[in-house]
């Protein structure tokens, strides 16, 4: 056989084992890529989106959607392959496993945790539409989560409005691990609380909880143990009574990041005239009750998932303004929002066409 020949089909072997050993070379890696967007004025799987009963709705227009990033899932395992073209792919991007799961998360845990923040995020979203509207909303201090064989596990429950801590009334979450962090582990701490069912009646038969209970727990020490801070291994979070009723129909949605957008589209269906004056909006960021928009994941994905859909504006929280704008999909607008109100604002110039001085992300 000739040199030239052998040298060809060697080489070729090689490639051929070396693409093989690759499919079968499993690496730490996982890959994000642009997810679909939906419209939160309009309709997804045959039914509106937002759904308000008991108050007065206004037509809309436009669009103000909200986007999404797809993740390999934590269980898949991306080979050699898989992750060398995801680098080579410009609208994929491919991070380390432990950055989407952290501590070996499974997919079951994040799929509950995804479901928990998209829950959270909608009930925020309320909030801070209708506290911009002035609409008075009723919030109180409850029990999210008790944390298995914690000191809490069978005292306390999800859903239990808590009262105070030592007597000390309490008016947000952050109060909860405030006072708790007071004591050393080992010491007791005295929770007054709602139990959820006397609340839940409360709410159907529309009057005050009549009953609350002290409940004494023995703190223990955290995971962190070079601060070796008191903990009972519960969160605490808000929960809302609202004049009236706003649903949000969106299934196979995880995490925080639409709240910002459905907040404008609550505000919009309750608002006469239309939001974004017939433009093609899109954006992202988490929202608070208070209304303020923070950072999410995945900028790079949602604005070319955004432009591809056919946006021309996105609204882009603060935070994620300067990774955004290093790769900006050609004839998309990115807009820098801090709050609702800078949301609002920059609709407002849109809608009047005054757009020289919209905060606009730069590199």
Not at 57 to 84: F, K, Q, W
Not at 124 to 153: F, N, R, Y
Not at 288 to 300: L, S
Request: charged content about 25%.
């Amino acid at each position: 056989m000739p040199r030239r020949t052998a040298t060809m089909l060697a080489s070729t072997l090689m490639l051929i084992a070396l693409l093989c050993a690759g499919v079968f070379i499993p690496v730490p890696y996982s890959e994000m890529s642009p997810g679909p967007t939906v419209n939160t004025l309009g309709d997804h799987d045959g039914e509106p989106v937002l759904q308000i009963a008991g108050h007065k709705t206004y037509p809309t227009s436009g669009h103000l959607n909200m986007t999404t990033v797809r993740v390999t899932s934590a269980d898949y395992r991306m080979n050699l392959v898989e992750a060398v073209y995801g680098w080579l792919a410009h609208d994929n991007k491919i991070v380390p496993h432990d950055t989407l799961y952290p501590d070996g998360k499974t997919e079951e845990q994040s799929t509950q945790e995804n479901a928990e923040e998209f829950s959270q995020s909608q009930e925020s979203a309320k909030v801070a539409a209708l506290k911009k509207l002035d609409v008075p909303v009723k919030s109180w201090v409850i029990v999210s989560t008790v944390v298995k064989d914690s000191p809490a596990e069978g005292k306390l429950h999800a859903g239990d409005v808590i009262k105070a801590v030592d007597g000390t009334t309490v008016k947000e979450p952050a109060d909860v691990a405030k006072l708790v962090t007071k004591h050393k582990p080992g010491q007791d701490v005295r929770f007054t609380i709602v139990p959820a069912k006397e609340q839940a009646a409360a709410e159907k038969e529309k009057r005050a909880p009549s009953k609350t209970q002290n409940i004494t727990i023995i703190t223990t020490t955290s995971d962190d143990t070079l601060e070796k801070r008191a903990i009972v291994g519960i969160s605490a979070g808000t929960d809302h009574t609202f004049p009236f009723t706003v649903d949000i129909k969106l299934a196979d949605v995880g995490g925080p990041s639409a709240g910002l957008m459905f907040a404008l589209g609550i505000y919009d269906k309750l608002t006469p005239g239309s939001l974004t004056g017939g433009k093609f909006v899109a954006g992202t960021g988490t929202i608070d009750d208070q209304g303020k928009v923070g950072p999410i994941g995945g900028i790079e994905m949602k604005t070319v998932g955004a432009r591809a859909k056919g946006a021309r504006y996105f609204l882009t929280p603060a935070d994620n303004c300067a990774a955004a704008a290093k790769d900006t999909p050609e004839g998309l607008t990115l807009i820098k929002v801090d709050t609702i109100g800078d949301a609002l604002g920059a609709l407002k110039d849109l809608r009047s066409g005054d757009t020289a001085d919209l905060p606009k992300c730069t590199k």
